[in-house]
């Protein structure tokens, strides 16, 4: 696990455009963590790295959002309000199986052992700051354990043990 500490919406934005340099298609990133901690900023900032110029907001309404255009296209999701993870996760994975895209999906630990193997788990809490963030990053399965290496030097200048 690398964990990684960020001051305001713009490093935390910053540190979701770092970890886009390593995605590749059919990769699956689950957020989780405190309410308000920062997960649809990280997302923007993957997103901007990615190469998508929509605006990217919270799909909490909506279930999933998909933006094109960048090098990547990008399925956001949010589970927040989801009674049934499994039949969310099952809705979300008929609709993105086929695409290769990168995959987001906030809220979705409960739902991380119905999804295909290997994933990157990013927690966000509130830190001590008001704008203060910790962010702990974990590759799950080979895809991303592989990469490992890669994503510390990328997260290096946001970790907690530089």
């Not at 957020?31 to 605006?55: I, P």
């Not at 008929?94 to 788990?121: D, F, K, M, R, Y």
């Not at 702990?136 to 970790?159: F, H, I, M, Y």
């Amino acid at each position: 696990m690398i964990t990684c500490i960020t001051h305001g919406e713009e490093e935390t934005r910053a540190l979701g455009a770092a970890v886009a340099e390593l995605a590749e298609p059919g990769d699956t990133l689950i957020l989780g963590g405190d309410l308000g901690a920062g997960k649809t900023r990280f997302t923007q900032g993957l997103a901007r790295a990615l190469g998508v110029a929509e605006t990217v907001t919270s799909p909490t309404f909506n279930l999933v959002r998909t933006y094109e255009g960048g090098r990547l296209r990008l399925h956001h999701a949010d589970l927040y309000r989801t009674e049934d993870e499994a039949e969310a996760v099952d809705l979300i994975l008929s609709e993105l199986e086929p695409t290769g895209a990168v995959c987001v999906i906030e809220w979705g630990e409960p739902a991380a052992t119905l999804l295909p193997e290997g994933h990157l788990e990013v927690r966000l809490r509130l830190g001590e700051g008001d704008d203060d963030r910790v962010i702990e990053v974990s590759t799950v399965g080979p895809a991303w354990a592989e990469r490992a290496p890669a994503l510390a030097k990328a997260l290096q200048a946001w970790s907690a043990q530089s």
